[in-house]
């Protein structure tokens, strides 16, 4: 039968992780790579990953995830052949997850017919239950969505507040420096940390306030803004404790290869870092100079 096709967004944090976790804005964006999955009526045994570096059957959790998700558009995957081309790394802090539950979703409401953007959304927030428990739904946003938005947490459990941000066009680079940490247990150790001190909350304070003015600054359009709070937003985390020696590293080489700004983007404590360049040229050194270390490294033009 004929096959239908579905697309989800990677995405990067750009400021305020871990502060967003407490309360405070942050700003992501989506990410023109994500992930696409193909689906038809048939028969197979396994359900197939494919992914930069390498691949794999889907089983446990992303099993589960897969069969919920068809499942809200009147599918069982047995009874479906097909896979997903994951094109953001695994487990890396680029919301390859999303992306994977967003392409599958789409696919499947496709293929059967059934189901409206509110089944899709409703069956991306079961898989990233799923996957990460009580995320923040950042992720899920930007794969749903894409473009740059700022995302705030409700305080009483409810919705989220996401508004679109006008950006200026955006040339990101970023590399995996590190193995992911486990987001969990770095938002766990952020939060006992800030038991233990309370000076922390200034640092998550800060962190918001770094959000809400790079936000204003990408509206402007002022990228050398929009970099120096990157590097503040750096400065931040570090103080929370979770960025780690190749982070340090990869954002020294970035710096002094011309960056605007660069930081860790995700969880920390591994992951990846991202660099926003002033100009194709530079965008270019910061690539090779971080290549030169053998990380592997994505870079994005977001157009305005
Ligand atoms: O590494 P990621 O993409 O799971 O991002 C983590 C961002 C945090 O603010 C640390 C956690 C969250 O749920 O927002």
Redesign the pocket.
């Known amino acids: 039968g004929e096959a239908a096709e579905g697309r989800g967004r990677g995405k990067l944090?750009l400021f305020g992780?871990?502060a967003?976790?407490h309360g405070y804005a942050a700003v992501a964006c989506g990410l023109p790579l994500g992930a696409v999955a193909c689906v038809r009526r048939g028969h197979s045994e396994s359900f197939r990953v494919d992914h930069p570096a390498g691949s794999f059957e889907a089983e446990g959790k992303v099993l589960e995830a897969a069969r919920g998700i068809v499942a809200r558009f009147g599918l069982r995957l047995e009874e479906l052949d097909g896979f997903v081309r994951l094109e953001v790394p695994v487990g890396a802090?680029m919301?390859s997850s999303a992306a994977l539950a967003v392409a599958l979703a789409r696919a499947a409401q496709k293929l059967s017919g059934r189901g409206d953007a509110q089944t899709v959304e409703e069956a991306v927030s079961f898989a990233e239950g799923l996957f990460h428990g009580k995320?923040?739904g950042?992720?899920q946003s930007a794969a749903l969505g894409g473009g740059v938005f700022a995302f705030k947490r409700d305080g009483a459990g409810g919705p989220p507040t996401i508004e679109p941000v006008r950006a200026p066009t955006l040339r990101l680079v970023v590399a995996q420096v590190a193995p992911s940490a486990s987001?969990a247990e770095?938002?766990a150790s952020v939060s006992a940390l800030a038991e233990r001190r309370s000076s922390t909350a200034a640092i998550f304070e800060a962190i918001g306030q770094v959000a809400t003015e790079g936000r204003q600054a990408l509206e402007a359009g002022d990228l050398q803004a929009v970099g120096e709070l990157m590097n503040i937003n750096q400065g931040l985390l570090a103080a929370l404790g979770v960025s780690i020696p190749a982070i340090d590293e990869a954002c020294r080489l970035a710096r002094d290869a011309g960056a605007s700004g660069v930081k860790l983007t995700?969880?920390g404590g591994g992951?990846c870092v991202v660099a926003l360049g002033p100009d194709e040229a530079t965008t270019r050194a910061i690539q090779e100079g971080w290549e030169v270390r053998g990380w592997p490294v994505y870079t994005f033009t977001l157009e305005s």
């Open positions: 944090i992780e871990h967003v976790v802090g919301g995320a923040s950042i992720d987001t770095m938002v995700g969880a992951g």
